[in-house]
């Protein structure tokens, strides 16, 4: 389905982002992940897509305006000129208050979850345009970038920064013919959620807020993300898609 295409995965390494890698390997596209740390967790990634011609995994700070310079190039050099970008990189709430926040803490959240975005954005639009061809995006939010939680004051800036950033660029490059999408999940079974999914008990108690009666997995998302970048989502663009299991639907409930 996505032979022809080359598509960058930032936090591809881990849950969310590792999926969908996968899912873009299996449907034909080539595949740069980044990792930020885990190399060998990436390396694993690449494996299960196939050889360096199917897969690459580059070390990035999605955050560092140079280190975006460098995946891309490292893309270009390896497959070619990016058309599809999963943004997927990411760190979750600190669980802070904003009166005992430091300035550090605010910055390291907005850059890696609203910076990086800004700056993968960019240099993949930059890329295309100099080709005048077509491309898709899509940006991994979450329920939170509507419904805040108290000590989320930097993850839920950065999601709200998000989706506007992400409506906003579809804007700009419909003209293109360039797709931006966001996707919006509630709980998901990855690291972010490290307790929950080694703790059945802890996850049975979370599990009982979600309607759906299940959290989710990363191949839920991932599902989604593909069909997003595929052809057949063609006239979708500056839209973020819910994926969730009716969690988000509960507030205000009851009272
Ligand atoms: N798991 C959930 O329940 C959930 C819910 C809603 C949204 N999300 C979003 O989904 C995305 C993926 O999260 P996940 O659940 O797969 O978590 P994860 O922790 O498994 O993956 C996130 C990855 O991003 C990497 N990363 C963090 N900061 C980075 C940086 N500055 N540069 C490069 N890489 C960086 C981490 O090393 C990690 O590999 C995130 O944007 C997260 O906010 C997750």
Redesign the pocket.
Known sequence: MLQDHIAIV??G??????ACARALGKAGARVVI?????KAAADRVCAAIGDTTRAIAVQ????NEDSVAGLFSACAQAFGTPDLLV??????MTGVLLVDMELAQFDRVI???LY?PFLTCRALVRGLEGRGASGRIVN?????EKAPRAGGVD?DAA?GGLSQLTATLALELAPKRIAVNGV??????????ERAVHDAAYRKTLEAAIPWGRA?T?DDVARLVLFLLSPDAEYITGTTVTIDGALSLTVAQGA
């Not at 390494?13 to 590792?18: D, L, N, Q, R, V």
């Not at 919006?184 to 959620?193: F, S, V």
């Open positions: 930032t936090g390494e881990s849950g969310i982002g590792a980044t990792y930020f740390k885990d990035a700070d999605v955050g943004n997927s990189a990411g760190l979750n850059r890696s979850d990086g991994i939010s979450s329920i939170h993850y999601k919006a999940p509630g709980m998901i079974l990855t690291p972010m959620n989710g990363p």
